[in-house]
């Protein structure tokens, strides 16, 4: 297992993060999604740990609190060392039946943690994340409440998810004018068949130095090799019964056609080529992985011994590529010229 800098932190965490969306079970979709408990989850904790995974992402609202109240359970009943673990969480999502029970604002986020900690049975968070934007409260009353918290020892570092290029910016922007801790990461849905974070966010990543954290690398299991345009899975398949994220199903098809003979000579699956190429990406910190059953954690796991050869790399670059839009082709036209000259 290879381990990558969590953006501009000194921190390491290994490039395959266990996610667990899947423990839990819970209502609606979150059944659907999975429902592991105690024991299915400390299967999987204890096997990843053992493959070198020292990263761990969870939430408060997956299956309303208990995949947090597994995962903390399951660190404990396997004995590992604190220290050992990397554990991520997120705040945001609706928790209760009041109106102040979502969100991003100081109040939502200070008894979110304080939860999620009680959940976990920890005394801080690595990694505390604001699972989406917040449209109505400011960035810095949640920049300041995050600040607080790290001051306070709850949490170490802190990030973001499913937000925009332009919500990061400003977000930096605030921080560095009021001294504030930085959003260390972004956690993006971000796949071969989806690249669109390509177009601003990965570039403003890269300019600011935050670490990008991959979730739902196969597209909710569209990118698993169950599906083609021919076979649209079983009734037990995730994306049979719960079809999120959104994908454009033409280019989708077209990537797994190019992905099947590209597994086939390196005798793997459809799916760990789908991860080896996001691990490939320069952007990429960690790749979120979930799983139901230990021979699922074992195939994406596999998926960081898999390196992709230039050939493999021209073949899937061929059908994935975004179209350019602009004003990214005048960006091409206009500053063609404008690289560093030889010395």
């Keep these: 297992m290879k381990y990558r800098q969590l953006g501009r932190t000194g921190l390491y965490v290994s490039e395959l993060c266990l996610g667990t969306m899947t423990f839990g079970g819970g209502q609606g979709m979150w059944r659907a999604i999975g429902s592991l408990q105690q024991q299915e989850a ?23 609190g208990l995949a947090e109240t597994i995962t903390g359970r399951a660190i404990r009943n396997l004995k590992l060392r604190r220290e050992e673990i990397v554990l991520a969480t997120k705040v945001y999502g609706q928790m209760g039946d009041g109106p102040n029970d979502r969100g991003a604002s100081r109040a939502r986020i ?4 304080k939860a999620s900690l009680k959940r976990l049975e920890l005394d801080h968070i690595d990694l505390y994340q604001i699972h989406a934007r917040d449209p109505i409260t400011p960035v810095e009353e949640t920049l300041r409440a995050l600040d607080d918290l790290v001051r306070q020892g709850l949490v170490r570092y802190i990030g973001v998810s499913n937000w925009a290029a332009w919500h990061i910016a400003k977000a930096l922007g605030i921080a560095d004018r009021l001294n504030l801790t930085r959003p260390a990461t972004l956690q993006a849905y971000y796949t071969i068949a989806g690249r669109d974070l390509e177009r601003e966010i990965i570039p403003c990543l890269q300019e600011e130095g935050l670490g990008l954290l991959v979730w739902s690398p196969l597209a909710g299991g569209l990118l698993s090799g169950k599906f083609s345009r021919d076979a649209k899975g079983t009734e037990g398949d995730r994306r049979t019964s719960f079809d999120f994220p959104p994908v454009n199903l033409d280019r989708a098809w077209a990537v797994i056609d190019a992905m099947r003979p590209i597994a086939e000579r390196h005798q793997v699956s459809v799916a760990q080529v789908a991860i080896a190429w996001l691990l490939a990406q320069r952007a990429v910190t960690s790749v979120i992985i979930g799983a139901k059953r230990p021979d699922q954690l074992a195939d994406n796991i596999a ?5 992709l050869t230039d050939a493999d790399m021209a073949d899937l670059e061929r059908v994935s590529a975004l179209p350019v839009e602009y004003p990214h082709w005048m960006f091409a036209l206009q500053g063609g010229r404008r690289v560093p000259q030889p010395k």
């Design 303 to 307: 998926a960081s011994q898999l390196t």
């Design 42 to 64: 400390e299967t999987l904790i204890a096997q990843a740990h053992d493959a070198g995974i020292n990263f761990i992402d969870t939430a408060d609202v997956y299956a309303e």
């Design 110 to 113: 200070m008894d979110g943690v």
